[in-house]
């Protein structure tokens, strides 16, 4: 029964109708009020990080409030809603985002001046989450930014893992992992929600039989159960909405044990309740590459359970029918890994709810979408039926049914038996195993890619049999980013400057900075573009100097690189250049080489052995080039250690030229492309992921292309590639690649790098010697326009000026109208 005084209180002070916002002397007091109060601290002990955490606590207080009022007019409306389902999210320090949505950066800046605190130091102390591999958690983030910003009535379900991505550190050259304790200092933005909890079964028998009602009916005798209970971290949109990111931690049951308990057996006991909490401990850390580790199925399905009967419990809590789950929710897969949510979604309505399978299955196709992140055959999940049997053998037995009766209805079409096997959800060759891509396609009644090329190749090729008996079920929505984090408050300058000349509209309208173009030839204003560049490349030419111990002169070009560390990136394509442009300034041919830093950071999985390599090598590169005094400082090589979103916000507004440089047809989108370009960066790429999109729009004259197409890739394989033929014809590139074998990088070692070596010449699978050439050249097009400051400052200002296609805003507005078809409801 709700309490009626409190409602009336919440309404009618202001809680509910009060303004977004804070004075600066609200914000004083409330921060205060925080330190003392809130964290029972006095001044004189008080740290810099408590100062972090009560300014956290007093922004909190506010962000909820969003939270609250928008959760009650999307119930009072009815409202029909996503819920994204996703094993990562990689949100960023909350802090800074959170001043910006409630639009106080300012206020908060004066109120801690006046008690001579530093905002930047106090947003510093904040440890991100780093609950994601890379850009498929960041993507999810940027997405919840802009739900929230949109009034997408939406609540996100993800993993609370209490180690994140590892941090890296960088050794001898070599990467070094360890653990990620951003819970060590508390988490002032999480409100635990003990009641919210959900119990979720593993392993044991099934069991048929007649229920008492006299129908057919499974029973499920598990061996295991876990809990899982609701972390809840409010998001909040941009002078908007607040929405919920619910995270699930697994704890043991409490009666779990008694029986261990009543024999006395305590330290049986503690054990077993230490083995419930390790399913949520560790994030796994390969990107794009399944492990089939037992361990990480036990996560997907913890977390697809748990976020199953929460999102029924909030539908059936409005008072609606569960048979219209599908009319009031949209839960959206966030790739495959919550895919055994279809076969749950059908064991809670078949199997708990009672419901027939027709019915359920109904339900269930209308109930979800599928987004497919890519094409890498090593990143396509499969489960072993062995091993999914096992932890999950009622849902096995509803995959068999939903097999069954897709392949009935594939025969009833007339096709052939090779083509029922290649789309079977089930793969007979070799080990038995469950393909989760199909179940996802099967199961949904959208897929959709993540840019326009990749959800061509999605359709024409990966889910080709799929796309041709559900066309209509294929669609593509480019990935974006959101430019409140990624420009308005990771580079303020430029985002002031920005303003000043075309008003601030574009905070919520990216397209809105085409306005700039009319800029682009204005001296004076190329001029404080290129000012506000230089700063920031000395603010990261300071953290450089800091974290990686080597200086470098931000007048340089600053030619960057920052992504996971994956052989289908081409890192080591890089580092063919670099080596080029070495070995003329050896031979005294250097003098149409611009200076430049190159810049790297990003993480290898840590079995990965290729992509350690080519950390190591990166590092050998920098020692070589940095020391030589024939480079005379002309070139720099850099590894920054532990690439993370708090890193990437100082790197992408001080870099001039982005590497998008993938093999064409192995990166699905890329976001990292868009963060680059949006503060200025020029792209040097190819026809790959969303890099098209990005040509197209800033114009091919302000993109520098290079290297095959996907077509020609393709090409190239028939026709049976050689790498060694192009080592042998290219004098250059042989000379470059024996420097890997010579030792000169490894102080004699001629084994170190013959990996890469033997790699590159026998196999080359990613065709870094067929396009060695072309992207040579495109290098030197590029050194050539970096001595013409005008020009490149034009060219930096019209990227700027066309990048309002890619704003994570616009992708959720597509994803609205291609897929969810929701009415958004913005809190006023
Ligand atoms: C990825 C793709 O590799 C990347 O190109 C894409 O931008 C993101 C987001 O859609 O998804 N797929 C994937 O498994 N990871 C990615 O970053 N880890």
Redesign the pocket.
């Known amino acids: 029964t709700p309490n009626k005084k409190i409602e009336s209180y919440f309404s009618s002070n202001g809680i509910v109708s009060g303004k977004l916002g804070l004075s600066k002397d609200e914000i004083k007091d409330s921060f205060l009020e925080k330190t003392f109060y809130g964290l029972g601290r006095i001044p004189a002990l008080a740290t810099q990080n408590d100062f972090y955490t009560a300014m956290a606590f007093a922004i909190r207080d506010r962000v909820l409030r969003q939270f609250v009022r928008s959760t009650q007019q999307f119930n009072e409306k009815d409202a029909r809603g996503v819920a994204y389902l996703s094993a990562e999210y990689l949100p960023g320090p909350h802090l800074g985002n959170n001043l910006l949505s409630l639009e106080i950066i300012k206020e908060t800046r004066e109120a801690l001046a006046e008690v001579n605190l530093d905002l930047d130091e106090i947003l510093d102390q904040e440890v991100e989450p780093g609950l994601g ?4 958690g960041r ?1 999810a983030s940027c997405y919840m930014d802009a739900m929230a910003t949109l009034g997408i009535p939406s609540i996100a379900y993800g993993i609370r893992y209490e180690f994140g991505i590892f941090k890296q550190e960088i050794r001898d050259g070599w990467q070094e992992e360890s653990t990620d304790k951003w819970l060590h200092y508390g988490n002032p933005w999480e409100i635990v929600r003990p009641e919210i909890a959900y119990e979720v079964h593993f392993g044991g028998k099934t069991e048929s039989g007649i229920d008492e009602k006299g129908n057919y009916s499974v029973a499920w005798n598990a061996d295991t159960v876990i809990k899982g209970v609701a972390y809840d971290t409010p998001i909040l949109g941009y002078k908007s909405n607040g929405i919920i990111m619910r995270l699930w931690k697994a704890e043991a049951i409490e009666s779990f044990d008694f029986s261990i308990y009543n024999s006395g057996d305590y330290y049986k006991a503690v054990e077993k309740k230490m083995r419930s909490e390790n399913l949520t401990k560790v994030l796994y850390p390969n ?2 590459n399944l492990q089939g580790k037992e361990l990480r199925l036990k996560q997907q399905y913890f977390f697809v359970c748990c976020s199953l009967k929460d999102t029924i419990r909030l539908h059936l809590l409005q008072g609606r029918k569960l048979d219209q789950l599908h009319d009031k929710f949209t839960i959206q897969l966030n ?1 495959t890994h919550p895919s055994i949510a279809v076969a749950e979604l059908m064991r809670l309505l078949v199997d708990e709810h009672k419901m027939e399978w027709e019915k359920a299955w109904h339900v269930t196709r209308h109930t979800f979408a599928y987004t497919n ?2 094409l890498l055959p090593e ?1 396509l999940e499969k489960w072993s039926i062995d091993l999914f049997g096992r932890l999950l053998p009622r849902h096995l037995e509803i995959i068999y049914e939903i097999n069954s009766r897709f392949l009935n209805e594939l025969r009833e079409l007339q096709y052939s038996a090779n083509k029922i096997a290649r789309m079977s959800l089930i793969e007979e060759s070799g080990e038995p195993s469950i393909r989760m891509a199909h179940l996802a396609t099967v199961g949904s009644f959208k897929v959709n890619g ?1 840019s326009a090329l990749h959800s061509r190749l999605l359709k024409e090729q990966v889910l080709n049999d799929f796309a041709e008996l559900w066309p209509d079920k294929f669609t593509n929505v480019t ?1 974006g980013i959101s430019h409140r984090r990624f420009l308005v408050v990771s580079n303020p300058a430029l985002s002031d400057l920005i303003s000043e000349k075309i008003g601030r509209d574009w905070l919520t309208d990216l397209y809105k900075l085409k306005g700039l173009e009319a800029f682009a030839e204005d001296e004076d204003f190329q001029k404080k573009w290129m000012d506000i560049k230089l700063e920031n490349k000395k603010a990261l030419s300071k953290h450089i100097e800091e974290y990686a111990g080597v200086k470098i002169d931000p007048t340089m070009m600053f030619d960057v690189q920052v992504k996971r560390i994956h052989e289908y990136k081409r890192q080591h394509l890089k580092v063919l250049h670099i080596l080029s442009l070495y070995r003329r300034i050896k031979k005294g041919e250097g003098e149409r080489i611009s200076p430049t830093a190159f810049i790297f950071a990003g993480k290898a999985a840590p079995g990965y052995f290729m992509a350690k390599r080519i950390i190591k090598l990166i590092s050998s590169v920098a020692d070589l080039v940095n020391k030589d005094p024939d480079v005379n400082g002309k070139l720099k090589v850099v590894f920054i250690p532990n690439f993370n979103v708090k890193l990437a916000q100082r790197i992408y507004p001080a870099s001039d030229l982005s590497e998008q440089i993938s093999m064409a047809g192995k ?5 990292g492309n868009m963060k680059f370009a949006l503060n200025g960066a020029l792209t040097v790429g190819t026809l790959d ?1 969303a890099n098209v999109e990005i040509r197209d729009e800033v114009g091919k004259e302000n993109f520098f292309l290079f290297g095959l197409t996907t077509e020609e890739v393709q090409q190239t394989r028939q026709d049976g590639y050689r790498p060694s033929e192009y080592y042998e014809q290219n004098k250059e590139l042989q000379g470059i690649l024996d420097m890997l074998i010579s030792g000169e990088l490894s102080n004699g070692d001629t084994e170190l790098f013959k990996p890469i070596f033997e790699n590159l010449l026998q196999q080359d699978p990613y065709l870094l010697l067929k396009d060695y050439q072309s992207y040579i050249d495109c290098q030197e097009e590029i050194h050539e326009a970096w001595r013409k400051p005008k020009e490149w400052a034009r060219m930096s200002i019209l990227n700027v000026a066309n990048m309002g296609k890619f704003s994570s805003d616009r992708s959720i507005q597509d994803y609205v109208e291609k897929i969810w078809n929701l009415q958004p409801i913005k809190a006023d």
Do not use: I, R
């Open positions: 591999n890379g850009g498929l993507l990107d794009e790739d992140h890519t990143a993540v990935n990166e699905a989108s890329g976001t992921g």
